[in-house]
């Protein structure tokens, strides 16, 4: 499976961006796919991630409500509408894959296997 993040770029505090990553190759329904971000200096931090084969969604703490992450199936696609934005969610964003993941180990970078390019974000306050 390869994945390809896109979406990224400049925006001003209280703004919105989406992100897309697109798969190409299988994806099964015994799959997740989300999204990790990284700030400098900081550790990659979990941010949201759906079933693929039920469209559960889960979020990190603190992110729902700003945050919502969804899919088009036909594209095999994964998006990450982020809203109302501040400058401290300026990070590195990175979408991931893995399957037969369980719920504990959903905000784990170490549970995924497959990554993308990463696609920065930039909130300028």
């Known amino acids: 499976v390869q994945l390809q993040a896109s979406g990224g770029g400049l925006v001003q505090a209280g703004g919105s961006v989406r992100l897309s990553c697109a798969a190409a190759g299988r994806i099964d329904s015994d799959y997740v796919m989300g999204w990790f971000r990284q700030a400098p200096g900081r550790e990659r931090e979990f941010v949201a991630v759906l079933r693929w084969g039920n469209g559960g969604t889960y979020y990190g703490d603190s992110l729902k409500g700003r945050f919502t992450i969804s899919r088009d199936r036909a594209k095999n696609t994964v998006y990450l509408q982020m809203n109302s934005l501040k400058p401290e969610d300026t990070a590195v964003y990175y979408c991931?894959?893995?399957?037969?993941?369980?719920?504990?180990?959903?905000?784990?970078?170490?549970?995924?296997?497959?990554w993308g390019q990463g696609t920065q974000v930039t909130v300028s306050s």
């Open positions: 991931a894959a893995g399957s037969r993941l369980i719920y504990s180990s959903f905000g784990q970078p170490s549970s995924y296997s497959y």
